[in-house]
Structures are given as structure tokens and as C-alpha cells.
């Protein structure tokens, strides 16, 4: 799958020295602003932070609108997704997918991402490496989706 939708104006990397980041004894830990508490320090979790940073102030997304690490049902199986933004009406908007900065985005992400959407419908999903960031608008009848180049606010 060749990925060339990248969606212009995001970088997040450029966010990195905004983060809020301690070390313990054994462990370094980010402040997660949504969950309200700092979580050890993993490559996908410093992704994840990076955009909640970038929802939260260039997005133009309340941090009220985020949900981080939701457990979700699929087939009897139990699924975590990074984060889900909701309307006003509290309905699923977008689903984000993160990963590493150094994992690539490919159509096995977009497979992932799908998945957890099964349960949720959300009509937009996210998918970002912190290099490279995603947002597909999703048809759930003809069960494809199409590149955007925004990110959409409800």
C-alpha cells in the first residue's frame, strides 16, 4: 500500500520538548493530561502523547473530548484503542490508531485500526508514527475509506 495522503502541517516531533517526562529510580514516566496521571515512558506512549498535545492545542479538540486506552469487545475479544475522539453528542468521531516513531504505517495499521472500528463506527480514523500522520474518512457501507487532508472537527 503506498501511503502518500500524509496529512501536511503536522509535526509532532517538533511537540517532543513540551512533554512533561520525570525519571524515577528504574523507570522514566510521561504525564498523561488525560488520564491525569504519568505512565512509564514506551515509544507508542510518547507517539500517543505527542498527539494528544497537538489535538489539544492546534487540533481545536477539548482534552474533555479525548478518551485515552479504552478497553473495547470484538468477537469476544478484548482490544485497547489509543485514543477516541467524541462529537458533542458523545458519539465516537475519530479513532486513533499510534505507533512508534519508528514503526512504519502501512495497510497492516489500516487493518488494525478497522478492527477496533467495528465496534465503535466511528466515521474518521487517525493513524500516526509521529512522523507521518493519517486521517481516513470511513464508509461503513461500502466498507472503504478515503484519504483526507485534515484532520475534521464536529
Known amino acids: 500500500?503506498?501511503?502518500?495522503?500524509?496529512?501536511?502541517?503536522?509535526?509532532?516531533?517538533?511537540?517532543?520538548d513540551r512533554l512533561i517526562i520525570k525519571k524515577d529510580a528504574d523507570?522514566?514516566?510521561?504525564?498523561?493530561?488525560?488520564r491525569k496521571k504519568y505512565i512509564i515512558l514506551q515509544p507508542?506512549?510518547?507517539?500517543?502523547?505527542l498527539l494528544i498535545l497537538w489535538l489539544s492545542e492546534a487540533g481545536g479538540?477539548?482534552?474533555?473530548?479525548?478518551?485515552?486506552?479504552?478497553?473495547?469487545?470484538?468477537?469476544?475479544?478484548?482490544r485497547r484503542?489509543?485514543?477516541v475522539i467524541y462529537d458533542k453528542k458523545t458519539q465516537p468521531f475519530i479513532l486513533v490508531e499510534c505507533k512508534a516513531h519508528?514503526?512504519?504505517?502501512g495497510q497492516h495499521t489500516f487493518d488494525q485500526i478497522a478492527v477496533y472500528n467495528m465496534a465503535l463506527k466511528a466515521p474518521y480514523l487517525i493513524v500516526t508514527n509521529g512522523v507521518n500522520t493519517y486521517c481516513v474518512e470511513v464508509n461503513?457501507?461500502?466498507?472503504?475509506?478515503?484519504?483526507?487532508?485534515?484532520i475534521p472537527v464536529p
Open 1 to 16: 500500500m503506498s501511503l502518500n495522503k500524509n496529512i501536511p502541517g503536522i509535526d509532532l516531533l517538533s511537540l517532543a
Open 27 to 34: 523507570k522514566t514516566r510521561i504525564f498523561d493530561p488525560i
Open 44 to 49: 507508542e506512549e510518547f507517539v500517543r502523547q
Open 61 to 78: 479538540f477539548s482534552r474533555n473530548s479525548l478518551q485515552v486506552e479504552k478497553l473495547v469487545r470484538i468477537n469476544d475479544l478484548s
Open 81 to 83: 484503542f489509543d485514543i
Open 102 to 105: 519508528g514503526t512504519p504505517v
Open 140 to 150: 461503513h457501507i461500502t466498507k472503504s475509506y478515503i484519504f483526507l487532508e485534515k
